[in-house]
Nanobody, 124 residues
């Protein structure tokens, strides 16, 4: 059974940092694109970051503040979030797919594996 399990969410003040982790199990994700989405209250889910073809891609809203990385030995993807803003408050979801299409990730469709999410709350 393939699973993605997120951790590291919590409450942080604006300007602070958090690091999210997403551990994969049930198969190796070394050859998968892995990334993050988020969904704020009352809003649609949106793309945050993905690492595919050994390159990282970011939404404009997080570029320069967030960093995605993958530890293949641990089957784990991370999201380092710095300079957090109240607008970053959301449930953050990890995702993975054996194929990689940046447009597919930016639109958030056709991705095979999803975690259940971890809540990040940024207070002002």
């Amino acid at each position: 059974q393939v699973q993605l399990v997120e951790s590291g969410g919590g409450l942080v003040q604006a300007g602070g940092s958090l690091r999210l982790s997403c551990a994969g199990s049930g198969r190796t994700f070394n050859d998968h694109a892995m990334g993050w989405f988020r969904q704020a209250p009352g809003k649609e889910r949106e793309f945050v970051a993905v690492r595919g073809w050994s390159t990282a891609y970011y939404a404009d809203s997080v570029k320069g503040r967030f960093t995605i990385s993958i530890d293949n030995a641990k089957n784990t993807v991370y999201l380092q979030m710095n300079s957090l803003k109240p607008d970053d408050t959301a449930v953050y979801y990890c995702a993975a797919d054996p194929a990689f299409s940046l447009s597919q990730w930016k639109q958030g469709y056709g991705i095979d594996y999803w975690g259940k999410g971890t809540l990040v709350t940024v207070s002002s």
